[in-house]
């Protein structure tokens, strides 16, 4: 029995009991949510290591990073070491999407090493296994070779897996007709329409979408339903393609749901602010509520190396507006590979967001550590304001960087601080 | 006769010509929206090297970059760093906050090297000189001094002052009859709270407000009129206090349009994501239109050393939502002075959040940049998205940090760019 299946039953399976305290819910209702697909619990049946990860309605916005080898740069080790930033800094899930070097060996040891759930796209170890010879295209990879790679990364314990299933040749006429600047910009919907083309052919994903959700249903794998046609400029954005796709995936997550297998939405992309909020209701409404998974938005083209900054923004409007998880962008976005720092850059930006979203949905508990800061500010308790912040090694090394000669103080105002001459005002008033 | 009346009478002041010429719009509709209040043009008529600025309704959101020395960093030739640095990533205008050394004679220098629009808070310097003895304190401050700074700066060509006039009796009653957690945070707040409080006395800056507007009405100097009670914590947004101060600045901006001075209004703060809207059509309706500069809005209090990217999402949704002109937060907030590298991340934060905003709005032109960018992403041109990018160095920098084997595409995905793939793959089609 899948959890999904479970929660129906009116179980409450010990995933979800331990995903519930780690949110302050309760189980119940946490099940009753995974009932109705608002919300998933993430862990592969088959992973022995990972904390249980719930995703959804009502609940903390969490915050996913992506790592990984290219070809370019295939380090495991500095992979290895990404990782444990990106845990340190608060990462709730993380993805490998390697493409470089022992693609498997890389995974495992992630696996191992990862207590929160892992993400793959399996399509990319597929095509990086063909194409490593270079002689081969994308095109040149068969079914079998991308459902082989599926069976293995569910055995070995992913807990979920974004598949560009909506992808199909109506969409990609949709899509073509309705003229972009910037095409595809999703790798996995990039390689699918290749294909595609090449071969005159359906998508297979979508072909054979119910040999996927076995593979799911088999392991307890989260699918996560790619935006093979996110936009990827401003100009882009809320177009026929991306829409044609986002209603497909409204009918893979029914089916999906009929299985027993548990489903998030992945979403844009380059998005203007003004039409973010519009592109979350339209998600919910035609993915029938299931999470949503949201890459940025990013809310300006024009600039690259602050990436983390311009999707922060559009994140934080995306979770206020009901996206359920922020996958975090670096400073290396449409650059390089990210470093070490990237990853932390990129996660601290992605949990800002989240956060501020949280505070103006009311998520239980959020406000408190904003109020606790505050307190802290006031009393000019700066050990408690280091303690309190988001990356207190960052807030630690500026202060001691640049001390004030009055250490109640810092040395922005000096004594015409303003907590401080306020507090001194009121001196005797209590 | 001032900007104001010259534009009431129907005539188009050179300033206002050349302001109007920089951002692409009509001297005209310029002149008619200064007129009406919804506009400023910013420039003392005693200063031979500004260049004057229009900031408000439908044009390009505008960005200040804060700079200053502090009692524990009186180095002026850091201070004229941080300016060039402001202006080369590209400020609208410049606050000179010093307030230790020698502050006429830094006035000056940053005066006379820089070319766009100067802002102060007199009180500072009157604070700042009464206080370095280190006997006195700010209530030993006197009204004549604060308004000889006043005279002396709008004599020596400062473009606009921050003076918190607002704040009257029956604020700080308002302020204090609903509680805070973090009180008054704002510098000139605290000082004209803690004076007030210590002598028993009104605001000498709203008393005397019309000698103020006399100064301002000889030397062409914008009134920024300051919000001295503007929350420095999610908490304490949108309360009695602040909205008390707002009602009074709303009131202070008929009389500044009475005496045929310009206005601009400045706002919050710390606010939640859900806040922001309703604070910027508060400040709108009960300013009557005058251009709204805000600071921040910071929208969690938990990530000090991350304060720009906390500000850049509140500013974007505030920019979007009314505001004319985001004032920087840079990395540095809340914990000490700024140096030269938080000057640029601040500058650039704010102004990806005013350019966002911008696209959102519509402000003519503002999409060409974002779409001249997509196109060199889809012709795979890295030398045009270099030079297209709101921080050029920083591009160039990360790129050849981390070097592709095919330079065609980057170290992110190698031969596996969704560009490239997708671009391959409709090769033949046209």
């Known amino acids: 029995m899948t959890i999904l299946e479970a929660v129906r039953a009116g179980r409450v399976p010990d995933d979800v009991a331990a995903a519930a305290r780690s949110e302050g819910v309760?189980?119940?209702?946490?099940?009753?949510?995974?009932?109705?697909?608002?919300t998933i619990v993430c862990r592969n049946r088959d992973r022995a290591n990972a904390v249980p990860l719930a995703i959804g309605k009502g609940l903390r916005t969490k915050v996913n990073a992506n790592i990984g080898t290219s070809?370019?740069?295939m380090d495991p080790e500095l992979e290895l070491e990404k990782l444990r930033v990106a845990l340190q800094v608060g990462a709730d899930t993380v993805m490998d999407l390697s493409t470089g070097g022992p693609l498997a060996e890389i995974r495992r040891t992630i696996l191992a090493q990862c207590p929160v759930p892992v993400g793959t796209v399996p399509l990319y170890q597929a095509a990086a296994e063909v194409v490593a010879d270079g002689i081969r295209g994308v095109y040149d990879l068969t079914p079998e070779d991308v459902f082989r790679v599926i069976e293995e990364q569910a055995r070995e314990g992913v807990d979920f897996f974004t598949v560009h299933c909506g992808i199909t040749?109506?969409?990609?006429?949709?899509?073509e007709n309705h003229p972009r600047l910037l095409g595809v910009v999703s790798r996995g919907g990039a390689i699918t329409v290749s294909w595609m083309k090449r071969h005159g052919a359906e998508n297979p994903l979508f072909e054979q979408y119910d040999r996927l959700l076995e593979v799911c249903r088999e392991h307890e794998v989260v699918l996560s339903l790619g935006d093979g046609f996110r936009p990827g400029?401003?100009?882009?954005?809320t177009d026929r393609g991306q829409i044609h796709e986002l209603m497909v995936l409204g009918e893979l997550t029914q089916r999906a749901w009929a299985a027993g297998v548990q489903v998030m939405i992945e979403g844009p992309g380059h998005v203007p602010l003004d039409q973010i909020q519009a592109n979350m209701q339209l998600q919910k409404r035609l993915c029938h509520g299931a999470p949503f998974y949201v890459l940025g938005p990013l809310v300006t083209d024009v600039a690259p190396g602050y990436d983390h900054i311009t999707s922060a923004i559009g994140g934080a409007i995306a979770a206020m507006s009901g996206a359920d998880i922020l996958c975090y962008?670096?400073?290396?976005?449409?650059?390089?590979?990210?470093?070490?720092?990237?990853?932390?850059?990129?996660?601290i930006a992605a949990r800002i967001a989240g956060h501020a979203a949280?505070?103006?949905?009311?998520?239980?508990?959020?406000?408190?550590?904003?109020?606790?800061?505050?307190?802290?500010?006031a009393d000019l308790d700066w050990e408690k304001q280091i303690e309190l912040a988001m990356d207190p090694a960052r807030a630690r090394h500026r202060r001691e960087q640049s001390h004030p000669a009055n250490g109640e103080v810092c040395t922005m105002c000096g004594d015409l601080c303003a907590y401080k001459t306020y507090r001194d005002s009121r001196e005797g008033e209590k």
Chains 1, 2 share one sequence.
């Open 71 to 73: 070809k370019d740069q």
């Open 233 to 237: 400029a401003q100009a882009d954005a």
């Open 26 to 38: 309760e189980p119940e209702a946490l099940a009753a949510g995974i009932a109705r697909g608002d």
């Open 169 to 175: 040749r109506d969409g990609v006429r949709a899509l």
């Open 329 to 347: 962008v670096t400073p290396s976005e449409h650059l390089c590979l990210p470093d070490v720092d990237d990853v932390r850059e990129g996660v």
């Open 358 to 377: 949280d505070l103006a949905k009311g998520v239980p508990g959020a406000r408190d550590w904003d109020d606790a800061m505050s307190r802290a500010r």
